[in-house]
């Protein structure tokens, strides 16, 4: 990885046109199969970009785990840059969140005094855990059904991947965008991957 490293190119991306990130930008876009790559300093970066793209208009509100990298170790950003109330669930099974944790969660409808969940957020893995597949297809399909986005926090989604055998297109597919971190295994920064943002 150093010897591929110290070949990189080492311009001013301020355009979007430094060879080494415009490839970099490019091939992780494939790999997860989203329309495009962004490559950013820090996994919070990403995340909270990816949050403040989705979430145009207040009132609203950001469903997670309580144990969320984005609840819990993001200084209050989800707050802070998109105003967003974050609506941290604890797990009814204590292990992971369930189609029916986000059912009975979610907040919908127009009432005045509400915030709507605009966005889903899942962590894959969160604290080691990995979430099973089937189960992040199952609310990503009732989110959208009722007009809401999904944020992956795959910090450590690589290790998913390693671990299910599933590739990094199918775990990410389910979302509607995605924070991967090279720093969690590899060495390097963190990418959001975007569709239709």
Request: charged letters at 15%.
């Amino acid at each position: 990885m150093y010897a591929y490293a110290s070949l990189a190119t080492l311009g001013d991306d301020v355009y979007h046109c430094e060879p080494s990130t415009v490839a970099l930008e490019a091939h992780i876009a494939a790999l997860t199969g989203k329309e495009a790559a962004l490559f950013m300093p820090s996994g919070s970066a990403s995340n909270q970009i990816a949050l403040r793209a989705h979430l145009k208009q207040p009132p609203y509100s950001v469903l997670c785990d309580h144990r969320a990298h984005t609840h819990k170790y993001e200084a209050g950003g989800t707050a802070f840059h998109s105003g967003a109330a974050l609506l941290a669930i604890i797990p009814s099974n204590t292990h992971h969140l369930t189609l029916k944790d986000v059912k009975d969660n979610m907040v919908l409808g127009d009432d005045i005094h509400d915030a709507p969940t605009k966005v889903v957020l899942l962590e894959n893995t969160l604290n080691g855990t990995i979430i099973p597949q089937e189960e992040v297809v199952a609310i990503s399909d009732y989110v959208h059904s009722v007009g809401a986005k999904m944020h992956l926090d795959g910090a450590r989604i690589w290790h998913v991947a390693a671990e299910t055998n599933i590739s990094i297109k199918e775990l990410c597919d389910p979302f509607d965008s995605a924070s991967l971190c090279f720093s969690k295994g590899l060495g390097i920064d963190a990418f959001l991957p975007l569709n239709n943002i």
